[in-house]
């Protein structure tokens, strides 16, 4: 498989429960940015699966890993914070 087609994997993710976010790093000219998926785990018989919906009782976990998240990118990207508001 050529680099190109390679599956690139998070650099990092927060999970709390079965609530996770992941927390991908793309290289652009304005220099490195961050993305961030979330999802919700579940089982379907023996095989685990992913969701992006949501229930009412998944919400709380969805806000913490979200700040969560948001809190890892900016801990390790701190000369982003100038340009975070920047569009």
């Given at each position: 498989?050529?680099?190109?087609?390679?599956?690139?994997a998070?650099?990092?993710?927060v999970?709390?429960?079965?609530?996770?976010?992941?927390?991908?790093?793309?290289?652009?000219?304005?220099?490195?940015?961050?993305?961030?998926?979330?999802?919700?785990?579940?089982?379907?018989?023996?095989?685990?699966?992913?969701?992006?919906?949501?229930?009412r009782?998944?919400?709380?976990?969805?806000?913490?890993?979200?700040?969560?998240?948001?809190?890892?990118?900016?801990?390790?990207?701190?000369?982003?914070?100038?340009?975070?508001?920047?569009?």
């Amino acid at each position: 498989m050529s680099k190109q087609n390679a599956k690139k994997a998070p650099v990092h993710e927060v999970r709390v429960g079965r609530v996770r976010a992941a927390i991908w790093e793309n290289e652009t000219q304005n220099g490195t940015r961050h993305n961030v998926t979330v999802s919700r785990l579940y089982k379907d018989g023996d095989e685990w699966k992913d969701s992006q919906s949501f229930g009412r009782d998944d919400l709380p976990l969805v806000a913490k890993v979200t700040d969560l998240a948001h809190s890892w990118i900016f801990g390790i990207a701190p000369e982003q914070m100038a340009t975070a508001g920047e569009f």
